[in-house]
Nanobody
Framework: QVQLVESGGGLVQPGGSLRLSCAAS????????MSWYRQAPGKGRELVAV????????NYAVPVKGRFTISRDNPKSTLYLKMNSLKPEDTAVYYC???????????WGKGTLVTVSS
């Protein structure tokens, strides 16, 4: 019954901005480390950003550092990814992930497509 539902994807021009959301249900959201991954056409899935369960710390992949911001609203069980200064190479399906290393469990959303093109 765990569900992660991404939204906010779409077509945007280079240099534009977009905010993705991930609505979680069926889990104790505040206990999970949350992250965003992406998979570009013809490439493997890569980690984009991660945020601690409390939101106290974040980490970003080098290609997005300074442009993307990951955040979470635990009372609303929602994860966000604010993307600024988008580039064509950011084009990918973006996935939301919830993880608990102590339980050895990972949950994935089905993804939302972001296309950066003029």
């Amino acid at each position: 019954q765990v569900q992660l539902v991404e939204s906010g994807g779409g077509l945007v021009q280079p240099g534009g901005s977009l905010r993705l959301s991930c609505a979680a249900s069926g889990l104790t959201f505040s206990r999970f480390t949350m992250s965003w991954y992406r998979q570009a056409p013809g490439k493997g899935r890569e980690l984009v950003a991660v945020i601690a369960s409390s939101g106290s710390s974040t980490n970003y992949a080098v290609p997005v550092k300074g442009r993307f911001t990951i955040s979470r609203d635990n009372p609303k069980s929602t994860l966000y990814l604010k993307m600024n200064s988008l580039k064509p190479e950011d084009t990918a399906v973006y996935y939301c992930r919830a993880g608990r290393v102590t339980a050895g469990v990972n949950y994935w959303g089905k993804g939302t497509l972001v296309t950066v093109s003029s």
